[in-house]
């Protein structure tokens, strides 16, 4: 067989382009576990366990369906392939598109010894080139214009044949039924996770011996906690998990999508970006599981829509604005923002803030933390501290169980730092500590008092939030969406905003 098919960490899928470019009786299948990617990256160690873990498991799947595969662990990537095509005779070597565009230009770095054919990805609903066609069209983009078309394109949610087709229900969007603050209690259900098997635990064992060999080489340990993995690590694992999601938690998703509880990490949140990233799932398969038995079971359609949405609309839409917007995204620092990480993020110390300390306790434990942790504490965090957006994007990648470089850039760069400009987002996601102390239980425990806005006791979420908006008012001013605060920082005594900025200054200069 001199045909060769390389499937990469995040493609793990029977149906990826590649492998269904030919049958198992005519290609062999390499998969390479490299321990060079933690000279990029020294990423949280539960990221490490599940990947190669899936990985490995995946070996077993494609061995099952017949494909002769070659699990190779190595040190390098470039040593490992180029060493499997001479032992093997590859002449021909097949890939999928990867999702992150490091790795294609890395990969056609390593100048192989072979002809590399390079295949469509297929682990998006949209083609990149569908998404070029659609977002040509448009001066200004928005997610909710993209959502609608992607509604109509793969029927998604709707009722009616052809042109005539209207969203089911009449209405597009039912966020204004979402969105309650918690509830006095409030208690989500139990997620589904998974001891380890004797894969994952083989694996466990191999990534703390890679982060002591690194910590005898004077690195730092690697973040997070193994002491207790329970990720999904086979495709079979997450399709359980769906169903999971759809049995105990699709009802609830709704109404308590924003809201943030001190012990409580993932409410109704669906708990499937890590599969769904790494290819053990599609998003179609899942939007249609989602949408059928949904239904089927009426569950109320502003939950459904909602869910729906963040999969057809939110991760669609970041994965094409990745690639069209380009490499150069990746440098967008429109609000010049340039100080540095405070300690306390990379485990050295506690912020001494309740909100910001719960979420990375539960970050350090699992990998994971859910969409308003991250929007509204973290990285409203660095929005209203100026730090640096590309140090705090590579932070995010570190640190988070589902980061890849496709979904970081838009979601940290453009949705949570507003670092361009506002092509992602119409405005920026600055708020202060009441939006914390109405979505959360989180100040009820906290040192500082959310009432306060300066005085050694403020909440410093609120001495920030204004200290940004005078800061940035000659860029922030005339958005209109802005009007209002605006109106209200104008309404500020100059005694009361000095002494506010005065507040955020101190705290900035902390770790400056
Ligand atoms: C600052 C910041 C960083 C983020 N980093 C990542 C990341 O590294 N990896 C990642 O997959 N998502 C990221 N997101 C998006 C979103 O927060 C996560 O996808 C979601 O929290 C994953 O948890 P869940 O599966 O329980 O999601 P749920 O809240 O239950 O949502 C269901 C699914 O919708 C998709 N989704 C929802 N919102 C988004 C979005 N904005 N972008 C892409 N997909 C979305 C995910 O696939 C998710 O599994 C980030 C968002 C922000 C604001
Ligand atoms: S008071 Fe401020 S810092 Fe403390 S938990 Fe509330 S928002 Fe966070």
């Known amino acids: 067989m001199s045909l060769g098919i390389w499937v990469l960490g995040d493609q793990l899928s029977l149906a990826q382009a590649a492998l269904a470019s030919t049958a198992p009786c005519e290609a062999r299948v390499l998969l390479v576990e490299s321990s060079s990617v933690l000279g990029l990256r020294a ?3 539960q990221k490490l366990v599940l990947v190669w873990s899936a990985m490995r498991h995946f070996a077993e799947d494609l061995r099952q369906a017949g494909w002769t595969v070659d699990y190779r662990i190595g040190e390098r990537f470039g040593d490992t392939v180029r060493a499997w095509i001479e032992e093997h005779g590859i002449r021909e070597l097949r890939l999928m598109e990867p999702a992150d565009r490091g790795f294609r230009g890395a990969i056609d770095a390593l100048d192989l010894p072979v002809t590399l054919q390079w295949l469509p990805s297929t682990a998006f609903l949209w083609s990149r080139e569908a998404f070029a066609e659609w977002a040509g069209g448009y001066r200004q983009l928005r997610m909710e214009l993209f959502y609608r078309e992607g509604r109509r394109r793969f029927g998604v949610l709707m009722q009616g044949e052809g042109s005539g087709a209207e969203p089911l229900g009449g209405q597009w969007n039912f966020d204004h039924d979402n969105r309650k603050p918690p509830a006095k209690g409030l208690q989500g259900p139990e997620p589904l996770w998974f001891e380890p098997d004797a894969i994952t635990q083989a694996v466990i064992a191999r990534v703390e011996q890679l982060d002591q060999d690194r910590q005898s080489q004077g690195h730092h340990p690697l973040p997070g906690q193994l002491l207790r993995f329970r990720w999904a690590v086979s495709r079979q694992q997450a399709l359980q998990v769906l169903d999971h999601f759809i049995d105990t938690r699709l009802e609830g998703f709704g109404p308590y ?3 943030m509880v001190s012990g409580q990490p993932t409410l109704w949140h669906a708990l499937l970006s890590p599969y769904l990233n790494l290819g053990l799932l599609h998003p179609l398969e899942v939007i249609r599981a989602l949408e059928q038995r949904g239904l089927e079971r009426a569950v109320p359609l502003a939950g459904l829509e909602g869910v729906i949405r963040q999969i057809l609309g939110w991760r ?4 094409g604005l990745y690639h069209w917007f380009g490499a150069d995204y990746a440098s967008s620092n429109h609000l010049g923002a340039e100080a540095p990480l405070p300690p306390w993020l990379e485990g050295e110390g506690a912020s001494g803030m309740a909100c910001m300390d719960t979420v990375l306790a539960e970050l350090e434990e699992s990998g994971y933390a859910h969409h308003i942790q991250r929007l509204m504490v973290l990285a409203n965090y660095g929005l209203l501290a100026g730090l640096n957006p590309q140090a705090f994007t590579a932070w995010f990648h570190r640190q988070f169980i589902d980061g890849h470089d496709w979904v970081m850039q838009t979601n940290v760069l453009g949705m949570g730092l507003f670092a361009d400009g506002g092509r992602l987002a119409s405005k920026p996601y ?3 500590g009441n939006y914390i102390r109405r979505m959360s239980t989180y100040c009820k425990g906290c040192a500082y008092d959310v009432s306060q ?7 410093p979420f609120n001495s920030l939030y204004w200290d940004f908006l005078a800061r940035h008012q000659d860029r922030l ?11 209200q920082l104008d309404k500020l005594p100059a005694e009361d905003l000095a002494a ?8 900035r200069d902390q770790w400056a």
């Open 43 to 45: 990423y949280h160690r």
């Open 257 to 259: 999508q924003d809201a």
């Open 316 to 319: 669609e839409y970041t994965h």
């Open 430 to 432: 600055a708020a202060s």
């Open 453 to 459: 806005r300066h005085g050694p006791s403020a909440c």
């Open 477 to 487: 001013r005339s958005n209109p969406r802005m009007a209002l605060v605006f109106k």
């Open 500 to 507: 506010i900025r005065g507040a955020a200054a101190a705290h």
